[in-house]
């Protein structure tokens, strides 16, 4: 999820084969709630500093990565491991 | 040789936003780039050290105004990929949060999604920059 509006993510992303929801918080509510807000990242104020966070199905996070790099993520392959990997 | 130095430092910083980006372990760290760039300059750096060799004062300020952007260049790019892009410490609340709060938002297709509507499926959530 990020901060954009649903609108701008569609005009940017439109149906380029994404099957998962792609979520607005313009609000900043559920990335404060994670922790991930990044102060003065963005060109005109605050945005969502990258991060992953992996849920069981009990909803508890049991991974999590929080890049100190905006260049460095996880890789894809690196998530769907790790993701087969919980019980 | 300078404006050769020049071109080589513009095309590695160009190159790694334009193609080397598509490739994570050449994004995380610039394999290809940091060399071409350092390359770069070197020769920019060569080409003056040779202009300054010749008796005759053809080139030398605009070899050196040369290698001055070659430097200028690669040491903005330098400081992107070793400051700039540096994020500041994750805070306490990411680094511990143990239950994954609930939440409800709007998706890009005006759906309301809530975590919750995965209770008993492995979720990946995945916070992003945005197109900022």
Redesign the interface.
Known sequence: ????P?????E??GSAGIDF?????PGF???D????R??G????GD???????????????VW?D????????P?PGE?VDR?AA?P | MIWLGLLVVFAGVVSYFEVF?RF?PL??FPWVNLPLVLFGVALSGLGVARAFGRSEYRGKVLGSIGLVLSLLLATLFVLY?FWF???????????N???????A???????T?R??D???????????????
């Open positions: 999820m990020s901060i954009d649903p609108a701008t993510t569609r940017k992303l929801p792609l979520l607005a918080d509510e559920v990335i709630a994670y922790g991930v990044h102060v990242g963005g060109m005109e945005i969502a500093r990258p991060a992953t966070f992996l849920i069981d199905a009990e909803g508890r996070i999590r929080l890049t100190e790099n905006y260049r460095v993520r890789r998530l993701l919980i | 980006t994570p994004r995380d990929i892009s540096n994020l500041p410490p994750a805070g306490e609340t990411a680094v949060l143990a239950q994954a709060p609930d939440f938002l709007t998706s890009s297709d005006g759906e999604v975590l919750s995965y209770r008993g499926r492995k979720v990946a959530l995945i916070f992003y920059r945005g197109f900022w």
